[in-house]
């Protein structure tokens, strides 16, 4: 069952972007920002966590899961370490992604040839 919602929440998720790109002048960076603190907002009330356990793995693959673990990450640290710890726990969660993402574009810029 949780394949099946999982492929409805990513699924209905795309569709929703796909038809805002379509009939708006957004561009692809102006959704992912939307995204991004879509999953920042749905987090800070706790409801992006609910939403995982209905969904399951499904919801930690679009791009609002990365805004889920920004804010999630620097609350967790925040109950730690007071304020100071929004700023320090922000990138706990994320920094093996952005660190993957940033390696695999330097080895693949080196590999691959861009098209003209």
Same mark, same amino acid.
């Given at each position: %069952? ?16 796909? +038809? ?8 692809? #960076?102006h959704? =992912?920002?939307? /995204?991004?603190?879509l @999953?920042?907002? /749905?987090? =800070? ?8 356990? &209905?969904? @399951? #793995? @499904? !919801? ?5 899961? &990365? @805004?889920?673990?920004?804010?999630h990450?620097? /609350? ?7 304020? %100071?710890? +929004?700023?320090?726990? %922000?990138?706990?969660?994320? !920094?093996?992604?952005?660190?993957? !993402?940033? /390696?695999?574009?330097? &080895? ?9």
């Amino acid at each position: %069952m949780y394949f099946i919602r999982s492929f409805l929440f990513c699924g209905t998720l795309c569709m929703i972007c796909q +038809i805002i790109l379509d009939n708006t002048k957004l561009t692809p #960076g102006h959704i =992912t920002s939307i /995204l991004v603190s879509l @999953g920042a907002f /749905l987090d =800070t009330f706790s409801i992006y966590d609910k939403i995982i356990k &209905f969904v @399951g #793995g @499904g !919801a930690l693959i679009p791009i609002t899961s &990365f @805004g889920h673990s920004l804010i999630h990450g620097a /609350l967790a640290e925040a109950e730690r370490s007071g304020f %100071m710890g +929004i700023f320090m726990g %922000m990138f706990d969660l994320t !920094a093996t992604g952005i660190t993957a !993402a940033i /390696l695999f574009s330097f &080895f693949f810029t080196l590999i691959l040839k861009p098209r003209d």
